[in-house]
């Protein structure tokens, strides 16, 4: 699949709202799970969200859940992540990816298995 692109990211104040976007080339995205990870400084990848092809499925990490809400428009091939009542410890680069793959096995997939990233947006979180 042809590349992932992220923007929003920048600087907020905790208890901010943001909202992040991935742009999706090419006209498979609906043939695929979405999903957003983020890394904190000396931190590994972790998973925050995943969508399933028709959104009819979606995870999140508990962490997240409740103030994060992942959505997707397959005809403008777009993957949106609204974060709302933003935190310190949300800082990071926030990296869209897509798989083959259903979202619920993207929450466990191994970074370097699943298919197609992009190159991230950093996101932080301070006052």
């Known amino acids: 699949q042809a590349p992932l692109v992220e923007s929003g990211g920048r600087l907020v104040q905790p208890g901010d709202s943001l909202r992040l976007s991935c742009l999706v080339s090419?006209?498979?995205?609906?043939?695929?799970?979405g999903a957003w990870f983020r890394q904190a400084p000396e931190k590994e990848r972790e998973f925050v969200a995943s969508?399933?092809?028709?959104?009819?499925?979606?995870y999140y990490a508990d962490d997240v859940k409740g103030r994060f809400t992942i959505s997707r428009t397959n005809i403008r091939n777009y993957l949106y992540l609204q974060m709302n009542n933003l935190k310190p410890e949300d800082t990071a680069v926030y990296y869209c990816?897509?798989?083959?793959?259903?979202?619920?096995?993207?929450?466990?997939?191994?970074?370097?298995?699943?298919?197609?990233w992009g190159k991230g947006t950093l996101v932080t979180v301070s006052s």
């Open positions: 969508i399933s092809l028709g959104s009819d499925n979606i």
């Open positions: 990816a897509t798989d083959r793959r259903t979202a619920q096995s993207m929450r466990y997939l191994a970074t370097n298995d699943i298919q197609n």
């Open positions: 090419g006209r498979s995205f609906a043939r695929y799970s």
